[in-house]
């Protein structure tokens, strides 16, 4: 009986399944790599997409916040505008103020008192000035206490020079009365009070 060796036969076919699986392996790993090279340039693109849109949100970010910053520039110019012009209208509605305190002022002046300086802050007035006598500025604080342009008269400083009668030196303040509230007559100093323009020096500080 004829014997038959396959012993070459089962190394062929070992050789040709280690083959199959070494293609097949390497095929696989291929694919894995493709595959690989394929999810990484879709994120590259989707990451250079949202790059692209971020840099676009950037810049238009960056206009908006210039606009916002003209806008608010715009803002302060309106405000800084319109406190000027409340000033000027405010200096307007004062000009006819100024002329009735001076009036007033030279009305109201008794003999024997000279005023040295008037300062008004709003409408507090502080007035300066040298007396021949305390009575004199008793006088003229009743005065003021009488007029229609003027009120609340008080007396801050009196500085005597020696005896009662050689006299002072005098420091008072008084309220401006609004023109839009006074009376449209002009007041009048009380009676015995003579009109004078014995004023040394008459100064208006700070009259706004």
């Known amino acids: 009986m004829p014997r038959i060796n396959l012993l070459p036969w089962r190394d062929l076919e070992r050789k040709r399944k280690r083959q199959e699986f070494m293609f097949a392996a390497v095929g696989a790993v291929v694919v894995a790599l493709l595959v690989g090279l394929l999810v990484r340039m879709q994120y590259s693109a989707a990451i250079d997409h949202q790059n692209e849109r971020n840099q676009y949100l950037d810049a238009q970010i960056q206009i908006v916040n210039n606009q916002i910053t003209e806008i608010l520039d715009l803002e302060k110019q309106k405000q800084r505008l319109k406190e000027r012009i409340e000033v000027i209208q405010k200096l307007q509605s004062s000009r006819p103020e ?54 609340d008269p008080s007396l ?28 449209e007559k002009s007041s009048k100093p009380k009676p015995g009070v003579k009109k004078t323009a014995s004023v040394m020096s008459l100064t208006n500080k700070e009259i706004a």
């Open 156 to 183: 801050e400083i009196i500085e005597t020079k020696g005896s009662a009668d050689a006299g002072a030196n005098f420091t008072l303040y008084a309220n401006q009365v609004s023109t839009t509230t006074a009376p």
């Open 98 to 151: 100024a002329v009735h305190l001076f009036d007033q002022l030279v009305k109201l002046l008794p003999d024997g008192v000279y005023l040295v300086s008037v300062k008004q802050t709003d409408r507090r007035i502080q007035i300066k000035g040298v007396a021949e006598s305390s009575t004199r500025v008793s006088a003229f604080m009743r005065n003021i206490d009488g007029s229609e342009w003027l009120k």
